[in-house]
């Protein structure tokens, strides 16, 4: 029952928008710092990991001339994700007017609960134009005169009817973190040429739909299969299905870090994974130039890009959310750039990969045996 009352408050399927695909810092932030400075009544930030350097100065320095300016600025920051910010940089955003709340801080007597996180990544303004996918507000995503250093990242730019349940997802997020969402709710304009769209959201404590819809997709499609995931630990049914999916002479692919990488352990319990799906003809490509950190699945012309990785952690935990886009054009650009990161990677040979160092291997079992006794914690549930 607790599945299906969920299922209901996921937004339905809008027509009439327009996407945009930004690839990396250097494309992505200036949209996003462009749109706050045209903001004329409200700017909505919703961010998991922040972190005090230049990235989140420009952030600093536009939400408070937003504010300055008479412009509502409402901005929740997950707890843990931004502890990096420094105290000074929190003063700068509240002297100047900035609305400024913490989604669960961290506190000895919440245990298990410190592992609830918000891990979405939302910028919306004046309920016209939205930001989302993968990034956070540190210099990792954007390095100047170092692009060997700045990480590989996604977002995609929002523009018509989707726009409205962005803002409803905001507003649920505002009120668990204390605060009253009542700035307006504009109507955004939707496009006649433009792409079916879906907003599809986890909060960990149901099943989570936006599992349930990408597992559907991986089901049914027919051409191609692709998956980026920054931290690929799948759960069981994600394993199955892409290997159901090569079995049925699907293009299954799936990009992840290569040596490069903030969590070397979850790589190495991810690897524990490989030889099977490589057996059964699932292609996996490691990513070398850089850290890789976008979170993308692409089936046929249905591509799914925001917040999360697939990972069971994320759907144990946290809170993600996802924009879908069924459209053809879209479909094709965003596998263009999937297929460029990939000539980017080093492909595993299934033929070798049992060769690996035993080293190697005792480091995989182990980062495998802590990954399991995580994955026996369990977030309590509604009632």
Known sequence: MRVSIHRSRQPPWRYGNRFRLLEDGERFFPRMLEAIDAAREYVLLEMYLVESGSVADRFVDALSRAASRGVRVAVV???FGSLGLRAADRARLTESGVELRFYNALGLGKRLRNLMRDHRKLLLVDGQVAFVGGAGLTDDFHRDGQPDETWREL???????????????????WRRAGGRPDWPQ????AFPDGAAGRVVLSDGWHRSPLADSVAHR????RERAWVMSAYFVPSRRFRKLLRRAAYRGVDVRVLVPGPRTDHPAVRRAARRFYGKLLRNGVRIFEYQPRVLHGKMV?????VSIGSSNLDRWGFEW????NQEIEHRPFANLAAHAFERDCREAEELDPRTWHRRGRIERLRERIAGAIDRVLQRW???RHP
């Open 318 to 321: 946290n809170l993600e959310a």
């Open 155 to 173: 977002m995609v730019e929002i523009e018509g009817p989707v726009v409205e349940d962005w803002q409803r997802a905001f507003d649920d997020v």
């Open 378 to 380: 369990r977030r309590p």
């Open 186 to 189: 504009r109507s955004a304009r």
């Open 77 to 79: 920051l997950d707890g």
């Open 298 to 302: 692409i089936c046929d012309d249905w």
């Open 218 to 221: 991986l089901r049914t499609a």
